[in-house]
């Protein structure tokens, strides 16, 4: 994987260093292709449908929605948006699961993950709700140790808060772990906490091209730390 000028060097990368891999779902393991289309998309047509407006009026109002309660639990949460706007998303994500599907390269990073006797917990904003709908489709949650959603924990992973909660309930070593997420305020909360390791998802959907962050070391392709190599060389 080529390096790019725009992600900042990493540390060396040493496997023996690293007990618990913590990983974010949507857009690090799973294709974010499914949630930007549905709630940038398909959520916006049916809505649109429900309450007889033109597409673009309906998408402008649900992206205020969105942002009025971003970093909030109820940004992420299905039974609030069904209530919200009247249409049962929860019905709606069980409708289009066949979009649902692992990025590049994740399914053998777990698997990897697995033989190198990594403990390996999914952190995810997503709600429980969804969760079980992807975990169904996919068969994520036989993959790794454990998922744990924002609710359980109480906060948002953006949020400063999230990681001390999270810590307490995992029971994970800031200075033997690593992160790996596609948003860079959760890392960077993670950072402030003392995770030790952290990377960025440069490649969270498969149908946009990849965003390189200029705060962490980014790869595009999981795989490609497997191989131990220094971040800065990916």
Partial sequence: MASHPSSPPGPPLSWNDIDDVLLDMDGTLLDRHFDNFFFEEELPRRYALA??????ESRRRLMAMYRSVEDELAWTDLHYW?????????EMHRELDHMIGFLPGAAGFLSALKDRKKRVTILTNAHRAGVAIKTAKTGLDLQVDRIVDAF?????????????ACQRLVGFEPNRSMYIDDDERCLAAAKRFGIAHLIHSAKSSTRLPPEFSTLFPSVENLSVLLNGQSPRAL
């Fill in 51 to 56: 309450e007889n407006m033109p597409f673009d």
């Fill in 82 to 90: 069904t209530q919200r706007v009247g249409i049962d998303v929860v």
């Fill in 152 to 164: 359980e924990v109480g906060y948002l992973k953006m949020r400063l808060e999230y990681w001390p």
